[in-house]
């Protein structure tokens, strides 16, 4: 964060100092969780549903914080204000108007957390760079990533999440990126947003907040999801489409996998072309890949300094597509981050591809969130499952979506093996286990099935 005193904070942020007996500077970061406090530091005390980050005060000054963020005194040097998730926003704003990085900001239902990484190790061979941390991608999380710039700071990349409508019309204004990506629309958070329309609605909230063209606005729009293609129309920004059909401006031909589940391709932009083998697996990662390939080439950076770097990318963010080969032959897929349905298709292809004859162990749990949808998106599931030949399902948890599935793969002629929970999953797959097999694991994260990969991982576990 840039330097910056205690009354300073407090007038931007509209609150009134205490505790101060001296001048005091902060020089960040600004945490919200105490353990990540260090020397220089603002705290930022929230009020949550377990905790009250008030109470952690001594613990941060201790750690070498300079100042509290708080709604009440705390004893130390603290700004206190009304609401401090509102106080972090303003803060950022603040910081952000005697900032002049490029910014980015980036929404779709899935994928986005692995495009920011992919795009993030492009920019960086360009300038500083930072990036959106982990998942923080809502109206706290994007305050405290701004709060993480300072004057060196030349692109700042913001993943943008939307979990009712109205969420990415506020953090676009904190950002006020000048572009703006759109990665895809899909069944993910229907329950919040009102089914997939609402979500196509919500995602569109950041092409209609950027920039007019004349002032530098690009819109970077994905041209294989029809939903995201109908955003150019309600965009005065410049719109750039990627995607894999002719007519995209950033393109891949001739793509292919190998059975390490890596995809390669021809790199097309208006500036020229360059071969592509990208540093993580999964097919799916094409999209992601092209997409922060086409906000880079708006930004400035070579077709060739893009290729290599996609190449050459490495995973940023866990249990999102993570293979692990053990020393038996056995190799552990462990995608347990998330799960919806897009993503759940795509893991399954990769994994099948990675197969190549392999016996595959496919390790399911629940997709959350798909409300009066569940049978429908399950079963479908269920019967790809079985078209792609998936030797083992087992089925992890109960309720309507478990079984459906459980049920259409069974249909489908896959041997199919129902388990109460993750623990009973991780015994019976270590009892199954031959070597050689491929295991995939996935659900949404509710489920908690990052632990079974974790297990599986560790044969002597
Ligand atoms: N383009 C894609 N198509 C299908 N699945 C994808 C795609 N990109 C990533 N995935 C898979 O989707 C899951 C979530 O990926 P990621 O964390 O990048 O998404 P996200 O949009 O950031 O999710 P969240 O909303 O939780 O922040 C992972 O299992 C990942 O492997
Ligand atoms: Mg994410």
Known sequence: ???????????????????????????????????????????????????????????????????VLGSRPVGGPCVV??????????LAVFVRDRLNPVVIGLTGSVGKTTTKD?????????????????????????????LRADRQT???????????????THLMRVARPQLGLVLNVGPAHIMTLGGVEGVA??????????????????????????????????????VVFYGTGPDATVRAEDVTVDTTGHASFTLHTPSGKAPVRLGLP???????????????????????????ALSAAVRRSPNRFQVTERADGVTIIDDAYNANPVSMRAAL????????????????GEMTGQAEETAYHHSAL???????????LVVVGEGEGPETLAEAARDAGVSVHAVPDRTAAADLVKELLQPADVVLVKASSEAGLSAVAAALRDPEN
Do not use: C, W
Request: charged letters at 20%; glycine letters at 12%.
């Open 154 to 168: 030349r692109y700042l990349v913001l993943e943008m999440g939307a979990g009712k409508p109205g969420d990415i």
């Open 118 to 146: 992919l795009l993030a190790q492009i920019l960086e061979q360009n300038g500083p760079t930072v990036a959106t941390d982990r998942s923080y991608n809502n109206e706290i999380g994007l305050p405290l990533t701004i």
């Open 1 to 67: 964060m840039i330097t910056l005193t205690l009354e300073e904070i407090a007038r931007a942020v509209g609150g009134t100092v205490h505790g101060a007996s001296g001048p005091v500077t902060v020089t960040g970061p600004v945490v919200i969780d105490s353990r990540e406090a260090t020397d220089g530091a603002l705290f930022a005390a929230i009020v949550g549903a377990r905790s009250d980050g008030h109470d952690f005060a001594d613990q941060v000054y201790a750690a070498g914080a300079s100042a």
């Open 81 to 90: 204000v009304d609401d401090v998730v509102d106080a972090l926003t303003e």
């Open 282 to 308: 999964g097919e799916h990662l094409v999209a992601n890949a092209l997409a922060a390939a086409a906000v880079a080439g708006v930004i400035g950076v070579t077709t060739d300094r893009i290729a290599e």
């Open 201 to 238: 609605k919500a995602k569109g909230e950041l092409p209609r907040a950027l920039p007019p063209a004349v002032k530098g606005g690009f819109a970077v729009l994905n041209a294989d999801d029809e939903r995201v293609v109908a955003m150019a129309r309600e965009t005065l920004a410049q």
């Open 382 to 392: 269920g019967r790809l499952v079985g078209e792609l030949g998936v030797e083992i």
């Open 349 to 364: 292809r990769t994994a099948a591809t990675m197969a190549a004859g392999r016996r595959r162990i496919t390790v399911f």
